[in-house]
């Protein structure tokens, strides 16, 4: 057998006697030659000689083998004869031998055929096994394999770190947390692996971070932790070697300590935690982070004094940062001692002078105590003495706290107009953009100023804060804030206009959806500046315009942008899609066809063309188009999926159901596992209450790869409701229905009432009349906001006309069976 239990010291000694057995028989001919060539010299008178030494008797072997039946071994016999076994493992171990030859050549196929060969003759050689895992996770790249040969090299030995290790990682890189945990688990559940084994350390510690993270189980997380600081703890027992203990504890024992801490703390093991810290701090008693959570830790558990005593060691080293003094002022607080805080405070700042986040605790403690005065003069002598960027973010954190608005919005405009300051108050902007009150306060605060004459601030600077500040997320406005943006941009523009300052009074109207008044706007930019008038321009105006009803003066405009002959090809196709809008599809078309010949091999612009013609219902036309996509792209078998499936809506849209679901069979039976086929011929089979059972099974495969797919979730609810399952069709569809708002929000997604519409059906079958009708109203404005209107509009509406007259209890689009 290959491995530890067969002693290679052995084969190399025997190697070592025949060399020196051969060489000694060299030296012996070479001495006789150079005694053949010497020249003769006379012999030296003879000695009397000694008398022989009696002959020594022979021993006799027959004694050593005294048994009845033993003989003396014969010459060249050997006393035990090899067995098949035995010479299967001596060629396992040549073979062996050879593959790692192969390997240093980076021969690595080759050397794996080998071992191949050697783990036939040698199936339980740890050695062998442990080879190939590693070969097949590595260059090989045969994942299968490398579990395979893995998982026998561990249950062998289970104390194989290394192999344990390496397993680990593979599984951790393809994010199957699972199978993570179970290789961690068969490893412990190993009766060959010993109580306190490194491997049994090392799989605890694994399953530790698997479960603090990936997984995201405190609890779990803290039993396996609660195993490993045990073991570490218990050196005698252990046996750990330096490089087991590094694989563990890292470079820096400290912050694994400071890890596992956290992880008690999560999981509320408060004593553990204590532990953990205290044993982190034995390795590096300046840790800036272990001081405070241990003395938080001990607050909690009632150890105020023990707390006091460390925060006071941890000052006295002067931290730069505010986190160790403001605990100072809790601990004391919780022993009763609030009395010392300012002294102690005053203490510190008057010891570590330099120290300005210590002097920003000392300054809102005077304010929080009532000594104003004292305060400001701090903040003020601070800022004029030491302008750096920690001391405009110190100053800024404090304002933020206090929501002084307009001290607050002076200090911003000074950092950013500094080298750095505008990353060191970063955070700070961030803060005021996620409180509502305080933005708005901060906006208002800064027209105020900037209309002042004098200004108050600096224009740049504040218009660069004020704007992070009112859209910090572009893809999320905030319509209060908003307004107040607009007020500002309409100010600057007053004062100083040009093209940019004009486009953002643009956006923010478009965003505010004041169509009109963006439309008036960018009239207004036109003629002021004619150098201007360019198509993309053109064609915004064109679709405010339309957005503000005015759709003769939209179609007058977009024909002036196609007319210029706009270059983009995106925007040759807003102009396009923009005059179906419009009602102009016969002048929509052509643009698409012009698009498609300038770039014939884009099959972009002919699915949607397709999708156009299919929008405006010009089904016909549709078919024919994506029939002949599928007759040149037949061999493209990702492309004909998607005309297949394009095809089918046509067809449903035509009423021609069995049409529509040939074409969605014909995918799936190309790419069975498809998520996108198998949820739109899931719902089809439901929309009509046909095999359900089978339409519930696609679309939750549909959902298991994309389980926050809303056009799935609406599926799977859909099916449900058509099963009778009407509680458990209410979940899905809620959820598909916020995730669309989302989506839509961020201009991910068009607006779509069939959502909204299957709640209300749902609701109303459980008798929830008034539910029913919030969601009816729902689906109603998202079909009159869609382009063109959703044909279900009516029906819609029919619904609602029903439920307020109160006569009768309508009924759902489409009821539990078609």
């Known amino acids: 057998m290959v491995g530890p239990n067969r002693s290679s010291a052995a084969f190399r000694a025997g190697w070592t006697a025949i060399v020196l057995s051969g060489g000694a028989l060299v030296a012996g001919a070479t001495a006789g030659r150079a005694r053949a060539q010497a020249p003769v010299e006379p012999a030296p008178a003879p000695k009397a000689e000694a008398p022989p030494a009696p002959a020594q008797p022979k021993p006799d072997l027959g004694e050593l083998f005294d048994r009845p039946g033993t003989e003396p071994p014969r010459p060249f016999v050997p006393l035990n004869a090899q067995s098949v076994e035995d010479r299967k493992r001596v060629e396992a171990v040549r073979l062996y031998s050879a593959a790692r030859a192969l390997e240093d050549r980076r021969a690595y196929a080759d050397a794996v055929d080998v071992l191949q060969q050697a783990f036939k003759l040698d199936p339980d050689s740890v050695a062998i096994a442990r080879r190939l895992s590693r070969l097949y996770v590595g260059p090989l790249a045969r994942p299968d394999l490398a579990v395979e040969f893995g998982k026998r090299a561990l249950a062998a030995d289970p104390s194989d770190t290394e192999t344990l290790e390496r397993l680990f990682q593979f ?12 290789l961690l688990q068969e490893v412990l559940a190993n009766p060959k692996l010993e109580p306190h084994a490194p491997g049994r350390i090392v799989a605890w510690f694994e399953l530790g971070r698997l479960y603090s993270t990936g997984l995201n189980d405190p609890e779990k997380a803290a039993d396996a932790y609660a195993k490993v600081v045990a073991e570490l703890d218990d050196k005698e027992s252990n046996k750990l070697k330096p490089a087991e203990i590094a694989r563990i504890l890292g470079n820096e024992p400290a912050v694994a300590y400071l890890g596992f801490g956290l992880v008690f ?16 701090l034995v390795y590096d008693e300046t840790n800036p982070q272990i001081p405070l959570l241990l003395a938080e830790t001990y607050l909690k558990s009632n150890q105020g004094d023990r707390a006091l005593a460390l925060v006071d060691r941890f000052v006295k080293r002067q931290p730069q940062g505010i986190e160790a003094y403001e ?26 002078s330099k120290n300005v986040p210590l002097q920003y605790v000392l300054a809102d403690r005077y304010r929080e105590t009532g000594q104003v005065e004292k305060a400001e003069a701090l903040y003020k002598t601070l800022l004029a003495s030491q302008p750096t960027p920690q001391t ?4 800024a954190a404090s304002l933020v706290k206090r929501k002084k608005a307009g001290d607050l919005l002076k200090v911003l405009c000074e950092a950013v107009a500094r080298p750095q300051g505008a990353e060191a108050v970063g955070g700070q902007l961030q803060a005021i953009a996620s409180d509502d009150a305080l933005a708005e306060e901060m906006l208002d605060e800064g027209f105020k100023q900037l209309a002042a004459d004098p200004p108050g601030l600096p224009q740049a600077a504040a218009f660069r804060i004020l704007g992070l500040i009112a859209l910090p997320d572009r893809r999320d406005p905030k319509p209060a804030r908003l307004e107040r943006l607009l007020k500002l941009q309409r100010l600057l523009l007053d004062k100083s206009p040009n093209p940019t300052l004009y486009l953002e009074v643009i956006d ?17 930019m036109l003629a002021e500046y004619p150098g201007e008038r360019k198509p993309r321009f053109l064609a915004f105006l064109a679709s405010f315009y339309h957005k503000a009803g005015r759709d003769d003066k939209a179609l007058e405009n977009v024909r002036e942008a196609i007319k210029l002959g706009p270059n983009e090809a995106e925007e040759r196709r807003q102009a396009a899609d923009l005059l179906a809008e419009l009602g102009r599809v016969d002048e929509a078309v052509p643009i698409y066809e012009k698009l498609i010949k300038d770039e014939p091999g884009n099959p972009t612009y002919e699915f949607l063309l397709g999708g156009l013609l299919t929008k405006y ?8 188009h994506f029939r002949e996509m599928l007759t040149r792209n037949a061999g493209n078998l990702e492309l004909a999926k998607l005309i297949h499936s394009n095809l089918s809506i046509v067809y449903v849209n035509q009423g021609d159901y069995a049409k529509g679901e040939a ?32 339409a519930e099974a696609m679309i939750r495969k549909a959902l298991k790869e994309d389980p926050d797919n809303y056009a799935y979730l609406d599926s799977l609810g859909w099916a449900l409701f058509k099963q009778g399952k009407l509680k458990e069709a209410v979940e899905p569809l809620q959820k598909a229905v916020e995730l669309h708002r989302e989506a839509e929000k961020r201009g991910l997604a068009s607006p779509d009432a069939t959502l909204p519409d299957h709640l209300g059906d749902v609701f109303l079958q459980l008798q929830e009349v008034e ?37 009768k209890a309508p009924k759902a689009s489409t009821g539990l069976n078609p």
């Open 171 to 182: 599984h951790l890189q393809r994010n199957e947390l699972k199978e993570c945990e179970s």
């Open 265 to 280: 703390l999560a999981a509320k093991r408060d004593d553990l935690a204590v532990k953990a810290f205290e044993r982190g």
């Open 327 to 352: 605990l100072l002022a809790r601990v004391l607080k919780a022993l009763n001692r609030e009395d010392q805080i300012t002294p102690r405070l005053e203490e510190a700042a008057q010891r570590d």
């Open 392 to 395: 405009y973010r110190a100053l």
């Open 508 to 524: 923010t109207e478009q965003r505010l959806t004041h169509y009109a008044e963006a439309a008036a706007m960018l009239e207004k």
């Open 617 to 624: 219902g010009r089904h016909d036309e549709a078919v024919k």
């Open 663 to 694: 074409e969605l069979e014909a995918a799936l039976e190309r790419f069975p596992e498809d998520p996108g086929v198998n949820n739109d011929l899931g719902y089809l089979y439901a929309d009509q209450g046909k095999n359900l059972d089978k």
């Open 771 to 807: 539910k029913a009708r919030t969601w009816w109203r729902e689906a109603e404005q998202a079909a009159a906001r869609s382009e063109p209107h959703d044909k279900r509009l009516d029906e819609i509406r029919k619904k609602l006309t029903s439920l307020d007259a109160l006569e």
